[in-house]
Nanobody, 126 residues
């Protein structure tokens, strides 16, 4: 069984930064990709950023390109999301997810991901 635990959320003013962390544990944690999703009140959960576990392939949704950076530390089983220039539209619960099936590219669909964290709240005030 794989467990994902997010941390680093909080309240920040517009223009500020936050760094989210996702700690993964499990007997054999060997994902093919890791991703961050977010869900704002009244909206569907959406893909934010993803990274291949054994390579350097990354993928971002258009609204965060140039502002957010996803990274990983394979040795520590950690995934990070550095979020800069935050705006109120970024307010959401952010979830870490792991895809355990072989993939060629980072996928953006929720159904492709096998494990999820409990989420961490990010609130950006104007």
């Amino acid at each position: 069984q794989v467990q994902l635990v997010e941390s680093g959320g909080g309240l920040v003013q517009a223009g500020g930064s936050l760094r989210l962390s996702c700690a993964a544990s499990g007997r054999t944690f060997r994902p093919y990709a890791m991703a961050w999703f977010r869900q704002a009140p009244g909206k569907e959960r959406e893909f934010v950023a993803g990274i291949s576990w054994m390579g350097l392939s990354t993928r971002y949704t258009d609204s965060v390109k140039g502002r957010f950076t996803i990274s990983k530390d394979n040795a520590k089983n950690m995934v990070y999301l550095q979020m800069n220039s935050l705006n109120p539209e970024d307010t959401a619960v952010y979830y870490c997810a792991a895809e355990m099936h072989p993939v060629v590219v980072v996928r953006t669909t929720l159904a492709n991901y096998d494990y999820w964290g409990q989420g961490t709240q990010v609130t950006v005030s104007s």
